[in-house]
């Protein structure tokens, strides 16, 4: 494909075989309805019939370029051996390849070499179905030992998770990947986890009462809101936005109400509002002591 003509003795010691299996080779090839022959003299050798490749492909040039792009989003995250089969893939379908996609996993002011590591150990374990050890930090503040078998990541609500199944509670778990320290590719290999018919985001245990919230902001706070708020709960007017949407009464709420110090005004319910004064008094006595 790259160089359009070769010979048999080149093809033979490329794939280490004999010259007779390579014309052995190319006559199957031909018999699969390819056209692809042999020509003999100086310049002779085995090629495609010209414009095979681009006229007798089943993808438009679109196609060709979607598919070739698919594919660089695994080069960004440095999937094994990428790389070799863009350029095979590039050679086969004629199209020169576009640089459209970095990935970076770490996070702003952390150090980057750390977390890229930690994503590749467990791309690695993933594809290699390995055993893990490690300590992971939960929610509730205290840290234990796991054994997991990893199964995938899971991107969501900008955070990376793993997704395994646990060892020690016997059950597929969700793994916050900046909660995950020591981790350890045992030398132990398995071939699948206990069977799942569907794999998806298990819900929090204690996700709290669903209430209804209508919430005011100023103009400099807008590039918050839609970092974190689908579109529709926003509505722009000429002084600020008025935020309307249906979220858990849980701490994850109230630490995004109170990140916006006196940048938000809520207007309903009135018991968030209550909650709200009597954590920032807690806070202020809390620096009064100190």
């Known amino acids: 494909m790259d160089k359009g003509r070769t010979t048999a003795p080149e093809l033979a010691e490329k794939f280490e075989v004999s010259v007779r299996t390579i014309y052995r080779d190319v006559d199957a090839i031909s018999s699969a309805g390819i056209p692809i022959y042999t020509t003999t003299g100086r310049n002779g050798g085995i090629q495609f019939l ?25 080069s960004a995250v440095q999937y094994p051996e990428i790389d070799d089969i ?28 750390n977390e890229n590591l930690l994503f590749n150990q467990l791309k690695h374990a993933i594809l290699e179905r390995r055993k893990i050890s490690f300590e992971y930090f939960n929610s509730s503040g205290t840290n234990q030992k796991h054994e997991a078998l990893p199964q995938k990541l899971a991107y969501k609500d ?63 706070v807008g590039y918050r809101l839609y970092d974190t708020l689908d579109d529709s709960a926003i509505i722009k007017h000429k002084n600020g936005y008025t935020v309307n949407f249906t979220l858990p009464e849980n701490d994850w709420l109230y630490d995004f109400l109170m990140s916006f110090g006196d940048k938000v005004t809520i207007v309903r319910p009135q018991s968030i509002r209550k909650k709200i004064i009597e954590k920032y008094r807690a806070a202020l006595e809390h620096y009064k002591g100190v």
């Open 50 to 74: 010209d414009g095979y490749v681009l006229d007798k492909s089943f993808f438009s040039d679109k196609e060709k370029q979607e598919i070739l792009s698919g594919l660089q989003s695994l």
């Open 86 to 113: 863009l350029r095979k893939l590039g050679a086969i379908f004629q199209i020169g390849l576009t640089d459209w996609i970095d990935v970076d996993f770490s996070r702003w002011g952390s150090i980057a070499e």
């Open 158 to 220: 900008k955070s990376w998770y793993l997704y395994a199944f646990c060892l020690l509670h016997d059950d597929y778990r969700l793994f916050r990947l900046t909660r995950i320290k020591d981790l350890t590719l045992t030398e132990i290999y398995f071939e699948d986890g206990p069977k799942e018919e569907h794999i998806i985001f298990p819900q929090p245990r204690d996700i709290g009462t669903i209430i209804d919230l209508e919430l005011n902001f100023p103009l400099e």
